[in-house]
């Protein structure tokens, strides 16, 4: 029994890769890789030798710079050809930062290794998937011609196809002809896949950020984010306090106090004494609810018992409907923990108001080494990662923890913002 | 007397109108921020206005900044300015006019009915109220300079109750000493300071300034 269920797996595996998506994104790759290498390639060599030849006068330098940096702008288009049709997911490197002046923007471009790593992809890579196309289109054409065989064998007059010398002078033995080809076939996604395995260590090497300064300057990027934003949390703590409870208590102690010296007077004025203690205990509790509320945004106390209790109190004090569902093998550390519950206390807000009235999907997973962090929503989608805006933010504080933040929000929705933190082996 | 209040917290101005009200002072306006502060000052001309200085946009000194402005405009015009935390700095730039007239108390303050009221009469007669903690802060901060190095314990103790605002009488009853002793002391820190008797010049204020300045 258990001898024919791995059989009855393997061979759906043989028979159904052919026809699965990761082939035909595969052949995409090979298909789109050419064309796109080739046109790519031609101007970047161009605009890189005038650069060169044109360095005795500024321009070149200028003409360099700006070539270098529209090639770093190219490698992502490639990681995004990458991440969908290889399936692997490329970090960008660092942006440059840039100091005023031109000449700084022209050394800095210029000097930008990314943007060299891109053209050097494109060097090597035209070669690679040239290869790759002309072995995948052979083995399925040989492949599609022996299949045929038996068929075609009645409509050449000498009896050989014209490709390949295939050539039965028996229609009888033309079937094994067709099985080596159905062979040929199913093996040709495996074939390619072992193949791309070259693109896809190329595409890692050159496109992403390898180089040990790229991620120095990545960490002073990402520890100058999460110094930044515990200033920006505790000046928020400082203002909460100051405006919230420290003014309550204030009020309270001022009632108290008018109340205390009415006490002193002649004749005790019942009423006015009722009004003062009633104000100061109003006063007193709220200003109990306003430092709960503060405290539990500095440390959720629910997070002391895990992501998936912490995350349901979320689910139950959120404003929208809120499907969770927390799959974690094991206890993340607690600054991971910490992270992701704020992240998605944001994103789940974010949700509730712009996401339309539908459920809200909350998940958190681990795939591989990473923990992730999925929220969606069925709102009419749009949300982007702009500058300066929310989830760029959250993007940069995910970075601290050498995550990312991934947006998928086609017009329309639905909107499905994911983030990824590597978790510690 | 009629009171112009500054505060952007909702529960304090509210607070402060209805404690005012009570005691049978007249709140003739109530400002969330220092535009509406000085919209009121200029229409009402208050006898003292209660100046909170952490007030929108910025929420860092606004309240004082335009304390400091009216002041210019109107000399002696009469400011408690009314803040959660003590910064000597805001004291020293409050105090640099010279002008009498104004106070710098922390809102715990308030708690003690009685007191508060009682400083926010002393400053609209034009006297100087420095909090007991903004004195003792100066008092730390000052504490190797040269002006003050040559007077005796006894002397700073009357000194940082000058500041407070206190009269000789209080100084005398809270250090436990006749009021005659109280004005040898003040006799002898002028002296030390350098500050010779004169008509126009408030001494008292003057020898509070020693401090900021050194």
Redesign the interface.
Known sequence: MKADARLRDLLRLVLATPLRRRFRAELAWVLVGVPSHLLVLLPLLLATAIGIGLTPIFLGFLLLGATVFWARALGGMYRGLARRLLGVRIVAPARRELRPGLWNWVRARAGDPSGWRVMAYVLVGLPLVLAELVVAGMLLLYGLSLLTYPVTWFMFDDRGAPVFDIYSRNWLLTPAFALLGLVVLLATPWILHALLGLDRLLAVGLLGPSTLSERVRDLEQSRATAVEDATVKLRRIE?DL??GA???L??V??????A??EFEAERLDVE?LHGLVNSAHD?AKQALVELRDLARGIHPPALDAGLGVALSTLASTSAGDVRLRVDLPRRPPPSIETIVYFSAAELVTNAAKYGGPGPIGVEVTVTGRALRLAVSDSGEGGASLSPGGGLAGLADRVRTVDGRLEVDSPAGGPTVISVEIPLPT | MRVVIAEDSTILREGLVELLTMRGHEVVAAAKDAEQLRAAVAAHRPDVSIVDIRMPPTHTDEGLRAAITLRAQSPGLAILLFSQYVETRYAAELLADRAGGVGYLLKDRVAEVSDFLDAMRRVAEGETVLDPEVVRQLFASTRQSDALAGLTGREREVLGLMAEGRSNTAIASGLFLSAGSVEKYVTSIFGKLGLPPSDGDNRRVLAVLRYLDS
């Open positions: 203002r100051h405006d420290q003014a309550r204030v009020a102690a001022m009632k108290l106090g008018a205390k010296e006015l006063n």
